[in-house]
């Protein structure tokens, strides 16, 4: 049932949006692409690291058509806790699969998507690849209040999938604000604050989200661009007492400090 709510509730906000949205000059009407690779010191999935706190290397690729875009993001994982000995089956892999389009209605540009997440394996005598691989539904929203300076907010829907996810609600919202340039160097100060609230079902009983059914998430740092090459300087922290969550996933969402860096090829 929230499955169907969530695919109705989508598509007629793609056809409110389509028929609002700027019509797009012959010029805007092109294909586009574009190619980054990306090195971090941790990958954290909503505030909870994915790679045991360790580091990570990924890929995005795009290719976009007027409003609509393709995008395909590919990454290093290891979400089990070395401490415990206990493996959840996800990695080495995550492949994400990204369709949607990039309206915009007035001031505000939209962002409406569907995801689908596909992770490698571990044990595979456990599950398969397609058993914890999922899919999720992006409804996204900014706004430029004034010169330098973006507000948005997101919403992610996940159906309920059996093994692989049960039914979870996820809200954001960020800002962005430009800081003065100094030399070759441009900086951006950006922040996120999200709250993930997710069912339960007959695998997860007490809780999606490392044995919990709600928590809140942020984050906060500084991107620094420099050409096509760019350097991220972040803080990230969760509302999850670890102490309550089974001691399987200890230390992977407590407040840490994250450092990435990268480069854009394309175009």
Excluded at 23 to 31: D, I, L
Excluded at 79 to 90: A, M, P, V
Excluded at 154 to 168: C, E, F, I, K, R
Aim: glycine share 12%; net charge negative; no cysteine.
């Amino acid at each position: 049932m929230f499955g169907r709510k969530v695919t109705g509730g989508l598509f007629a906000a793609g056809l409110a949006m389509l028929a609002t949205a700027n019509v797009a000059s012959a010029e805007e009407r092109q294909f586009g692409y574009s190619l980054t690779i990306t090195g971090a010191s941790d990958y954290l999935f909503r505030g909870i690291s994915y790679t045991n706190n360790s580091p990570t290397a990924n890929v995005y690729q795009e290719v976009t058509y007027g409003i609509a875009y393709l995008g395909l993001w590919t990454s290093t994982i290891n979400y089990k806790n070395s401490d415990t000995g206990y493996e959840s089956g996800l990695g080495p892999w995550e492949q994400d699969i990204y369709l949607g389009i990039r309206p915009t209605t007035g001031p505000v540009s939209w962002d409406l998507a569907a995801f689908y997440y596909l992770y490698g394996n571990h044990a595979p005598t456990k599950n398969s690849v397609f058993d914890t691989s999922y899919l999720e539904f992006k409804i996204g929203a900014t706004t430029t209040l004034r010169q330098g300076l973006t507000v948005g907010a997101t919403v992610w829907l996940t159906p309920d999938q059996g093994y692989a996810a049960t039914d979870n609600i996820s809200v954001e919202g960020t800002v962005a604000y430009d800081l003065p340039k100094y030399g070759v160097f441009a900086p951006q100060f950006t922040a996120l604050v999200g709250w993930s609230n997710s069912g339960t079902n007959s695998t997860y009983t007490d809780g999606y989200w490392l044995g919990q059914q709600e928590y809140a998430y942020w984050n906060a740092g500084v991107k620094v661009n420099v050409d096509k090459y760019f350097m991220d300087f972040r803080y990230s922290g969760t509302s999850i007492d670890e102490n309550n969550a089974g001691g399987l996933y200890k230390g992977l969402a407590d407040d840490r400090f994250v450092f990435s860096a990268g480069v854009n090829l394309l175009p």
